[in-house]
């Protein structure tokens, strides 16, 4: 069997996670309506993750702080200070949302199960991604939790390495190709993508992927069945 | 030899890290003396702190947050919006801190290397904690880096079972009592307490601890000589 390891990705590719952002920016901007139009508030907001990003890192509190960060810049601090308490909220709220998992998840995990050694590669907030881990109730299908604070090539490298398989035993699969397959591919390893309908900007890739180790499939059933074939 | 795997803490035993949070909690006063005087500001914070704890985690971003929820209770909201952004500002500068290494530590890491499987095993935010080490210049020493959301038994449990070592050839270093001592006491592992000037109310122990497998040392240093004598 040429696949020993499966490498999953959390976010968008177990359980529902960017539709919860896109619902949060759409409340802000409501906060907001009064000193910017929408797409305007938006791209502020986008502008101060990226700005933020390498002091924050990926996850709902970094993104909390700089929606507070993006409100008083565009209301140019006129805005009523209870209005931060509104986006203090949404924030909690985010934290507080039940673990979606996409369709046909639990089922795939439970098939591989056993066959494979499974582990979970997600980026972002290490407290909130082992709080949505603990609601899935999918912790025990899993080897080994790699929470990391970025997903580039050295990132995986040290996974691999850590897992102590070759690359070309080696599969990740995620919603994102720019973290979950562009590094992988890079490194010898194979990688499948399962997109999903929404896409942080940040993450988009706007070129054709194409490499023998690479494929791209609708969910999450038709790649477990094409890693059987590997 | 006894001891095969040294797990470091790393915030106030390998470097400086709560004086940042009382320097930070001095302005934060400082900010809001016109609200409430010092010592009543602190127990609000502090009380914020802990009812966010599960929610946020350990770390700088949570406690940012925790530190504009308690302005703008304690002020009934009647703060001015540009105290938000100076919030903001003390949590970004306390991310932006130098690391400053405490005494003998690299020397220490220095003379075990090699001699013994070293780990660090700390609790706080992901991106802040790789930023500190790798800032240290440390990583080189470790073997495995644990960046944990809690030093609870189940959470070291988990890492002396992923080292593969058996309890009583594993020996923990930290200072604090509550998270770097008691939980490896009772798995059976060794613990080694290097108190810290500076300690977090949430981290106090107010009972006095007597077991086989522990001692209390005054610094790094002595802690390395106890090691190697067991």
């Known amino acids: 069997m040429a696949i020993q390891v499966i490498a999953f990705d959390a976010d968008d590719t177990l359980w529902v996670n960017e539709p919860f952002f896109r619902e949060a920016e759409e409340k802000f901007c409501s906060l907001l309506e009064d000193f910017m139009p929408a797409h305007s508030i938006l791209k502020e907001l986008y502008h ?36 931060v308490e509104k986006v203090i909220q949404i924030g909690q709220e985010m934290l507080e949302k039940p673990v979606d998992l996409l369709p046909g998840v639990e089922e795939v995990l439970q098939n591989l199960n056993g066959d494979y050694r499974m582990v979970l590669a997600t980026k972002g907030d290490l407290v909130d991604q082992e709080r949505k881990l603990r ?66 900007i940040h993450e988009q890739v706007h070129h054709e992927v194409k490499h023998e180790n690479f494929s791209s499939v609708e969910n999450i059933r038709l790649a477990a069945e094409l890693i059987r074939k590997m």
Do not use: C
Not at 48 to 76: D, H, P, Q, V, W
Not at 139 to 156: L, R
């Open 48 to 83: 101060t993750e990226i700005g933020n990003l390498s002091l924050y890192g990926y996850g709902i509190k970094g993104f909390t702080l700089s929606m507070i960060e993006t409100a008083m810049r565009i209301s140019n601090q006129q805005m009523p200070i209870s209005l």
């Open 135 to 200: 609601k899935s109730g999918l912790e025990k299908y899993f080897h080994h939790i790699e929470i990391m604070s970025e997903k580039k090539v050295e990132d995986f490298a040290k996974l691999i390495r850590h897992l102590d398989v070759k690359p070309e035993h080696f599969v990740m699969l995620g919603n994102s190709l720019k973290s979950d397959v562009l590094p992988v591919l890079e490194l010898g390893g194979h990688a499948i993508h399962i997109p999903f309908h929404t896409t942080w």
